[in-house]
């Protein structure tokens, strides 16, 4: 079957995707997702390192993650498989990869050797820590890039040790990163003809995640810590244990904090000299959240949410995973997507998160089975039946 455009946005730009794992494919989908012929490029079985990291490709992740595009699989090693490689980059717009970054050079894959086939390719190079300097051919992973980037440690409460997110948010923040930078190439393109080599990391992803905690060292010096739950410097803003669960209040600046009192029917706590003013809050925190905590648990998070929103507080229910999508917000804003299996029937992933007005993404194809469009791929590139099939007996594809 030929390629399916998910959206009619990106449906003129191929994009040749060598990535795995979670950064790099977290890229590509963008591209997917909005129209473009993204070809899933995959080891052949037989040379394949199964690593385990993106898991079954049945499961959850790898169905999530490569929905929308086609796939093949060439052995880059071989220089009939490179061969082939070179000339599908000839007529593609953007490579995606994120191997260690002396991997590339190896194969022969690298920006300058592209350029050559085609000065018009975008590269996009996700790793770890960057493609130079003194860590970079470190193996480079989410977790590793929270801590290295600072994360771990303003998350968690104090005294309790450096604590992780619960997303892949360096990993998602790459690839986030990477996908601007090659719309921005590709915008760039169109006025000089020539493509470029964009890159991110996943360390330097993960510092600019932290913004104002960051930007708040960089300014001033000060190393921001672990505060829980609690905003850094604007108090009351937290989590709160109500009488059936938790709910998040977000009360920054005087004038709102003043509207919280009188919206909990607590405005005496507005005059309390440990309360009065920023600075005080901030420093008290530990009994303001302690009288707070008192008085939300009299109150199911429901009742609270729908009294402060009355008030105008910005608040809301903290919810586990089937409550998220439960939501009749999240359900009005379709987060979620059904996409369509030969095999697994149809079931719901992580819809698209970004809305175009006349030319929306769609969920058009599953994720491939590996190799599934191989055949097709190479013979829209001109090569015969008796050439594929002597591809397949050397194991080229």
């Given at each position: 079957m030929p390629h399916i455009p998910a959206s009619s946005a990106l449906s003129r730009f191929r994009v040749l995707d060598l990535t795995r794992v979670r950064a790099g494919p977290t890229c590509v989908k963008q591209f997917a997702d909005f129209g473009a012929d993204v070809i899933k490029i995959e080891t052949p079985p037989e040379a394949e390192r199964n690593d385990g990291m993106t898991g079954d490709r049945h499961g959850f992740d790898m169905q999530n993650l490569h929905r929308n595009k086609r796939s093949m699989t060439l052995n880059l090693k071989d220089p009939r498989g490179l061969a082939i490689f070179m000339k599908m980059v000839k007529t593609?717009?953007?490579?995606?990869?994120?191997?260690?970054?002396?991997?590339?050079?190896?194969?022969?894959?690298?920006?300058?050797?592209?350029?050559?086939?085609?000065?018009?390719?975008?590269?996009a190079s996700i790793s770890g820590f960057g493609q130079d300097g003194p860590y970079a051919t470190r193996p480079g992973f989410d977790q590793i890039a929270q801590g290295m980037g600072g994360l771990m440690m303003v998350t968690g409460k104090p005294g309790e040790g450096p604590m992780r997110a619960g997303a892949a948010v360096a990993d998602m923040t790459a690839g986030f990163f990477a996908c601007i930078g090659v719309m921005t190439a590709l915008l760039e393109r169109q006025s000089s003809g020539e493509g470029q080599w964009v890159q991110s990391s996943l360390l330097q992803a993960q510092i600019a995640l932290l913004d104002f905690q960051a930007a708040r060292y960089l300014m001033k010096g000060e190393i921001p810590g672990q505060v829980g739950n609690d905003?850094?410097?604007?108090?009351?803003?937290?989590?709160?244990?109500?009488?059936?669960?938790?709910i998040n209040i977000n009360s920054l600046g005087q004038a709102m904090w003043v509207r919280l009192c009188k919206g909990l029917g607590r405005e005496e706590l507005a005059a309390d000299p440990q309360f009065k003013g920023p600075a005080e809050r901030s420093k008290n925190r530990k009994e303001l959240n302690a009288q707070l905590n008192e008085l939300f648990k009299k109150k199911t998070a429901a009742e609270w949410t729908e009294q402060l929103l009355a008030a105008d507080?910005?608040?809301?229910?903290?919810?586990?995973?089937?409550?998220?999508?439960?939501?009749?917000?999240?359900?009005?804003?379709?987060?979620?997507?059904?996409?369509?299996?030969?095999?697994?029937g149809e079931f719901k992933v992580v819809n698209q998160a970004v809305k175009l007005s006349r030319t929306p993404s769609s969920m058009v194809r599953a994720t491939p089975e590996q190799g599934e469009h191989t055949d097709e791929i190479l013979a829209e590139m001109g090569y015969s039946s008796a050439e594929i099939a002597d591809f397949h007996s050397a194991k080229v594809v």
């Open positions: 593609a717009d953007v490579v995606a990869e994120n191997y260690r970054p002396d991997v590339k050079n190896r194969l022969g894959i690298d920006y300058e050797s592209l350029k050559k086939v085609n000065k018009g390719i975008v590269l905003h850094p410097v604007g108090m009351p803003t937290s989590a709160y244990t109500t009488s059936d669960g938790y507080i910005p608040c809301g229910p903290i919810y586990k995973m089937d409550q998220v999508f439960a939501d009749p917000q999240v359900q009005h804003l379709q987060a979620a997507a059904t996409v369509k299996h030969p095999t697994l």
